[in-house]
């Protein structure tokens, strides 16, 4: 089982910067690749950006491309969403999410085995 608890999210205007944390609680965090998806009022989930186990690999959405980093700390059993140059679109909540053990990074939202309970990010314009 793993747990998993976001946070970081807060108020921005727009062009600003948040780093978005997800703490895991599990044993073998580095078995786990992981994501962050978002989803905003009426709209359906969407992925975000996602990592590999080791870290080596990385899969961004194209609206955030070049403007959102996802990187991972395995010591620490984090891994960050760091958002610059932030716009009004970016308004959602932001869900951390974990594959199973050792199941590659992927963009699917539904291949995705555990969620957390999601951090608000609002860019203000």
């Known amino acids: 089982q793993v747990q998993l608890v976001e946070s970081g999210g807060g108020l921005v205007q727009a062009g600003g910067s948040l780093r978005l944390s997800c703490a895991a609680s599990?044993?073998?965090?580095?078995?786990?690749?992981m994501g962050w998806f978002r989803q905003a009022p009426v709209k359906e989930r969407e992925f975000v950006a996602t990592?590999?186990?080791?870290?080596?690999?990385?899969v961004y959405a194209d609206s955030v491309k070049g403007r959102f980093t996802i990187s991972r700390d395995n010591a620490k059993n984090t891994v960050y969403l760091q958002m610059n140059s932030l716009k009004p679109e970016d308004t959602a909540v932001y869900y951390c999410?974990?594959?199973?053990?050792?199941?590659?990074?992927?963009?699917?939202?539904?291949?995705?085995?555990?969620w957390g309970r999601g951090t608000q990010v609002t860019v203000s314009s």
């Open positions: 999410a974990a594959r199973g053990s050792g199941w590659p990074n992927s963009v699917r939202a539904y291949e995705y085995a555990y």
């Open positions: 599990v044993r073998t965090f580095s078995n786990h690749a």
């Open positions: 990592i590999s186990r080791s870290g080596g690999t990385t």
